[in-house]
Each structure stands twice: as structure tokens, then as C-alpha cells.
């Protein structure tokens, strides 16, 4: 081996080993390795008016649709990308006035969106406004449920079931708040009567039968107090525990569940509180109590038990992959003097992947490690199956699925369907819950995915399909 090449691999080798010692330390970790800007709204501003970023949903790792507030006009459009960000596609605008002032109208604003498969998305709004596609964007409907409701919040748990909360009066008086219950994706609302009137300030879907929510109310003495409240059957039964000051929820089960909140120092910095409970709510731990910033939290989401994030401002989330035993600090990038640079509407469609908007202005992805497939197919193989195969639009993994998914395996998350190509990379992953069939199968649309050979794998599982045009 010549000098050159012995002292460049012995430099490499200093390198990689000073790296691999350096400590667990989120000063010291590069802030932003892992986060990536895939759309702004400087990049397309429709009609020369100017927009913010005001939410985003994702039906998995590859489709989101992000929502659009126009400013000055009044209005508002949706983006929708089904490549994992790398391109994005105006799919739907609604503007004040569109090229001269003499063709100006009122334009309601929105307030939530639901996106629980790529096929179905749904916005809802003040004027009891809704609008749904069912096709991918390339139609809408748009309805007025009631021109004296607002459309306060909704929650699909499926492509047929979800809920609706609104109110009267622009939501003036939150302790009005009806509950609206559909069965064929958002064309029907059935109101859900019932005795009492609570206002919610977070709400959690966690299946057809059970929501909670976060309830703020003034006691007796004119104290807040707050309480999770869950609901059984429509309100059939439901029942109340106390929990610490919240300000956002998220249970990902009956019993797993987080709250955040944050207190106030100043001008310059504010403790950033997170709470945990595995009894659901029953009992609270706080696993942060940290002095950071100005801006106190603003989200915090949960994958599974051990993947979350949670956000504040000036570009700072938080990051756990143990369920909140610790906590790691980055910034998603080094932000502006002068800029908040708020932190929202986080979603994680899954164990590898997250999406954020950044300043009302950017949606940023994070990219989590992602393990390469192994292509020995078990024994296991033999009593599940992928059908149809060859494929067109769906998959659907038939089989004994309990063993498969209740063994977790390194690196992949309970509950989660992964997809791969024959390079090894995970292309495509969705929790397992929100592709169950009808049959009790899991079902998967991969019509977005190119011709090609790809590998499915659900816990130890691994099966294979041919996807064709």
C-alpha cells in the first residue's frame, strides 16, 4: 500500500472513530441533519396573494395535503404531494377574488382537516362548511351543513367513520359544542344527543366506540380545573380523571397518552412541561420540567409508545424514541433573528418518518434510520398471503396476524406495515390499524407506487408482490 493511500485510510479511520465517541449531547449533534425543507409557500404563490401555512394532515409516509390561508384576498388552497414531499401539486383553490376586485365573495374560513386514506380528505370550516375528495384530489364536493354552525374540529378514524364537533355563533361559547358522528365518510352527520354540554380543548379518536378529550371549566372557587373525559358509545357512558395544567393531549390507546403545556418566565424563556400516563390518565408523570426558550410548547404527538415529538418556537423540537424517558433538543434549522419560527401541526404517519410546518411558511419532513429489509421469508410466510398478485391498486395481507404484530422486532414498530424495494429502502410505511379491511385483513394502495418488484413487512413477517401498471 502506497504512503497516500495508507495515511488517507488511517485519517478516515481517526474520523470515523472521533465521531463514534463523541458524547450524547443534543449541543454537540449536528441540529438539523435530519430534517429537510420539502415546500414553502415562496415557492408558489397563487394569484400573486400572499399565504401562510395554517395545517397539514398525512394519510401516510408518502401522501399529505397541506392547507394554505390566503392573507389580504381571503381564501384558501391545498398542496398535496404523494411522493414523500419530493414534488407537490396545487389541488384545490378557493379565493375571495381571482384576477379583478369585481369578482370578489365571501370565502369561510377553515378550521380542521381529516386525511385518513390517500383517496379520502376532508376540510371543514365555519358556515358549517365541508369539503371532501374522494378520488385523490382530482374532484371535490363542497357542501354547507348548517350557514349557523362552525365546523370546530374533525376526527376520522377510517375511510367511513369519524366525528365532528361544532358550535354556534363562531364557536363564541365553546360549552355549546354538538357532536356529530358520520358512517360513509363525511357525505352524512348524524348529531349525537346527550345530557351534558363540555366544551373540549384537545380531542383524541382512539376508536369507533371511545374518544377523549382535554376539558378546561371553572370550578366552585373560580378555579380552572382540568379533566380528561372519556366517552363510551355516544355517549352512552363516559367518565372523567384530573390531570395536570394541559394544553394538548395524545393518547395513542386507552391507556398510553401524553399532555403538554408550558408556564411563562418573561420576555425570554418559559418552562416546557410534558406529562405522561400508561392508566389512562389516572395518574400523571412529568418527564420534562425544562427551562428553554421564549416559546412554550406548541404540539406534541405520539407514533407508538416509545416515538413522539414535541415543538415550541424558534425552529426547536423535541424528540424521544423511548416514550419521554428522555428527550432530545435539535433545531430544525438555524432560525431567523427576529422570527418565531413557530413549530406546528406535526404529524407522524410513521416509525421513520415526521412532517412539521415551520413558521406558517415551510413543511419540513424528518427522516428517521431506516433498516434495511431482510429477504428470508420464515415459516410464517406459509400461512399469510398477499392478494391480489400481481397488484394493480391494493394489496391486502391475509393470514393469522396476531403472532406477527404483537412480536416486536429491532427497529420496526408494532402495528406497522412497511414496504420496500429491491434496493432495501423503506419506500412506504402506514400503520397497520388504518389499513384494516372490512374482511379483518390489512389493506394497503400502492397505486402510487412505479411497475416493480417490492417487499411487504409486517412485524417478523416478509412476503413479496409485483405491482403493474
Known amino acids: 500500500m502506497s504512503n497516500n493511500k495508507f495515511f488517507k485510510s488511517f485519517f478516515l479511520i481517526q474520523i470515523f472513530v472521533f465521531i463514534f465517541q ?36 398525512c394519510a401516510d409516509s408518502l401522501n399529505c395535503m397541506v392547507w394554505a390561508q390566503l392573507t389580504g384576498s381571503g381564501g384558501f388552497y391545498f398542496r398535496r404531494t404523494t411522493d414523500g414531499g419530493v414534488s407537490w ?27 385518513p386514506n390517500v383517496k379520502l380528505f376532508i376540510a371543514v370550516g365555519d358556515s358549517g362548511l365541508v369539503i371532501r375528495t374522494t378520488d385523490k384530489g382530482e374532484t371535490w364536493d363542497r357542501y354547507y351543513f348548517d350557514t349557523n354552525i362552525s365546523h370546530n374540529r374533525i376526527r376520522m378514524f377510517d375511510e367511513n ?17 354538538q357532536d356529530y358522528v358520520t358512517y360513509d365518510g363525511g357525505k352524512t352527520w348524524e348529531l349525537i344527543k346527550r345530557d351534558t354540554m363540555i366544551s373540549f380543548s384537545a380531542i383524541d379518536l382512539i376508536n369507533k366506540e ?57 420576555d425570554t424563556s418559559a418552562i416546557q412541561l410534558i406529562y405522561h400516563t400508561i392508566d389512562g390518565g389516572k395518574t400523571w408523570e412529568k418527564q420534562r420540567d425544562t427551562v428553554y426558550n421564549a416559546w ?24 424521544t424514541t423511548n416514550g419521554g424517558k428522555k428527550w432530545n433538543d435539535y433545531e430544525i434549522e438555524e432560525w431567523h433573528y427576529l422570527h418565531a419560527d413557530l413549530v406546528n401541526n406535526i404529524q407522524i404517519p410513521s416509525a421513520t ?40 391498486e391494493y394489496i391486502e395481507i391475509a393470514g393469522d396476524l396476531n403472532p406477527t404484530i404483537n412480536r416486536r422486532v ?31 385483513n390489512f389493506r ?16 417478523d413477517w416478509v412476503g413479496r408482490f409485483v405491482k403493474i401498471e
Open 22 to 57: 463523541l458524547p450524547n449531547n443534543s449541543d454537540i449533534l449536528a441540529q438539523y441533519k435530519d430534517w429537510k425543507q420539502v415546500d414553502s409557500v415562496t415557492k408558489i404563490i397563487p394569484n400573486q396573494v400572499f399565504s401562510h401555512y395554517y395545517g397539514l394532515k
Open 89 to 115: 401539486k396545487n389541488v384545490y383553490m378557493d379565493s375571495a377574488y381571482f384576477y379583478d376586485y369585481d369578482n370578489k365573495h365571501y370565502v369561510p374560513k377553515l378550521f380542521d382537516l381529516a386525511y
Open 161 to 177: 367513520f369519524g366525528r365532528m364537533f361544532t358550535c354556534y355563533n363562531d364557536c363564541m361559547d365553546l360549552t355549546d359544542l
Open 210 to 266: 371511545i374518544f377523549c378529550g382535554l376539558w378546561a371549566f371553572k370550578n366552585s372557587k373560580n378555579e380552572l380545573e382540568r379533566k380528561v373525559v372519556w366517552v363510551h358509545n355516544n355517549w352512552e357512558t363516559w367518565d372523567t380523571v384530573s390531570c395536570p395544567p394541559m394544553l394538548f393531549l395524545d393518547f395513542i390507546d386507552t391507556s398510553y397518552g401524553w399532555g403538554a403545556s408550558s408556564i411563562k418566565l418573561g
Open 296 to 319: 412554550g410548547i406548541r404540539d406534541i404527538k405520539f407514533y407508538d409508545r416509545n416515538f413522539g415529538i414535541a415543538s415550541s418556537g424558534f425552529s426547536h423540537v423535541m424528540i
Open 353 to 392: 418518518t415526521a412532517y412539521v410546518i415551520l413558521d406558517y411558511n415551510y413543511v419540513y419532513k424528518y427522516t428517521r434510520e431506516i433498516t434495511n429489509v431482510d429477504e428470508n421469508e420464515n415459516a410464517r410466510m406459509k400461512e399469510m398471503k398477499i392478494s391480489p398478485n400481481p397488484v394493480g
Open 410 to 440: 429491532e427497529g420496526i414498530a408494532v402495528n406497522e406495515i412497511r414496504i420496500y424495494n429491491i434496493l432495501g429502502e423503506c419506500i412506504l410505511s402506514t400503520p397497520a390499524l388504518r389499513a384494516t379491511s372490512q374482511e379483518g
Open 444 to 459: 394497503i394502495d400502492i397505486s402510487n407506487l412505479p411497475s416493480g418488484i417490492y417487499y411487504v413487512r409486517l412485524g
